[in-house]
T-cell receptor
Framework: LAKTTQPISMDSYEGQEVNITCSHN???????ITWYQQFPSQGPRFIIQ???TKVTNEVASLFIPADRKSSTLSLPRVSLSDTAVYYC?????????????FGTGTRLQVTL | ETGVTQSPTHLIKTRGQQVTLRCSSQ?????VSWYQQALGQGPQFIFQ???????GRGNFPPRFSGLQFPNYSSELNVNALELDDSALYLC????????????FGQGTRLTVV
């Protein structure tokens, strides 16, 4: 399974754009890049998933360069409620025995 | 469409006891996975069930076992509880073939004293 590396923590002010970069040098051809958000004492929540180039939804954007060895989660104009831990995962979810491999994530703290 | 629900939300057990945690999958999801999350760590995969059979297991001892029922709900059983079993236990449901898009419950906080 491809290992991911992301910053342990980040700080931001409310209203700013936050970019969290994840490295995954050993990503396999069939792997997708998936980001989850987790608030304290809650289960992780799926945010966005992509394979290459750019994906955007109502919550975030995901930028993936051509070599796919890294990815960047972009949160536009964060608010206090975006304070959470963000996990970057890579893997092929198409197998019936696939699992999610979480690292320690990036702890984002948003302040006024 | 209902989400993933887990019960109970909190539980205190004594070392050596047994515990059963329950999970109801998101409507239409046929795969359920269980994770253990210690304080300050990311969730760690325990095992996955598909079509009522264990379909993948993480690095957890046999005293961690589970069941999946025909309605896709699931149980996690832990025997001979140890202090280190204190953690947040998360259930996640997904569709086979789309397991990277999992829906998690809010978890059960287990404290072993």
């Amino acid at each position: 399974l491809a290992k991911t590396t992301q910053p342990i923590s980040m700080d931001s002010y409310e209203g700013q754009e936050v970019n969290i970069t994840c490295s995954h040098n050993n990503i396999a051809t069939n792997d997708y890049i998936t980001w989850y958000q987790q608030f304290p004492s809650q289960g992780p929540r799926f945010i966005i998933q992509g394979y290459k180039t750019k994906v955007t939804n109502e919550v975030a954007s995901l930028f993936i360069p051509a070599d796919r060895k890294s990815s960047t989660l972009s949160l536009p104009r964060v608010s206090l409620s975006d304070t959470a831990v963000y996990y970057c995962l890579v893997g092929d979810g198409t197998g019936t025995a696939s699992k999610l491999t979480f690292g320690t994530g990036t702890r984002l703290q948003v302040t006024l | 469409e209902t989400g993933v629900t887990q019960s109970p939300t909190h539980l205190i057990k004594t070392r050596g006891q047994q515990v059963t945690l329950r999970c109801s999958s998101q409507s239409g999801h046929n795969t359920v996975s269980w994770y253990q999350q210690a304080l300050g760590q990311g969730p760690q995969f325990i095992f996955q069930y598909y079509r009522e059979e264990e379909n993948g297991r993480g690095n957890f001892p046999p005293r961690f076992s589970g069941l999946q029922f025909p309605n896709y709900s699931s149980e996690l059983n832990v025997n001979a509880l140890e202090l280190d079993d204190s953690a947040l236990y998360l259930c996640a449901s997904s569709l086979a073939g789309k397991n990277t898009e999992a829906f998690f419950g809010q978890g059960t906080r287990l404290t072993v004293v």
